[in-house]
Nanobody, 111 residues
């Protein structure tokens, strides 16, 4: 069955960086479009970034120039490099494949 497991969240100061990882299994990862989403307290879940099997990326306007989505097909891993983090980036971050979601990893940006 499809399994997605995020890791790498934590507490960071504004301006800091974090790298999220998502370990995928149960499907043909190399052929799949993958995405990162996030949900802040009291807000709807929103798209952060997606990457196709060919490496084409799309970013939310709010993270363009700061976040980078990438993948390692050999390892079946999805990544999200987050730089220059802002307080408003605080959220639970989720990895997604089609209708499947991971359990999420908490990112808190606070001074």
């Amino acid at each position: 069955q499809v399994q997605l497991a995020e890791s790498g969240g934590g507490l960071v100061q504004p301006g800091g960086s974090l790298r999220l990882s998502c370990a995928a299994s149960g499907f043909t990862f190399s052929r799949s479009t993958m995405g990162w989403h996030r949900q802040a307290p009291g807000k709807q879940r929103e798209l952060v970034a997606t990457i196709t099997s060919g490496g084409t990326t799309i970013y939310a306007d709010s993270v363009k120039g700061r976040f980078t989505i990438s993948r390692d097909n050999a390892k079946k891993m999805l990544y999200l490099q987050m730089n220059n983090l802002k307080i408003e980036d605080t959220a639970v971050y989720y990895c997604r494949h089609l209708t499947y979601w991971g359990q999420g990893t908490q990112v808190t940006v606070s001074s």
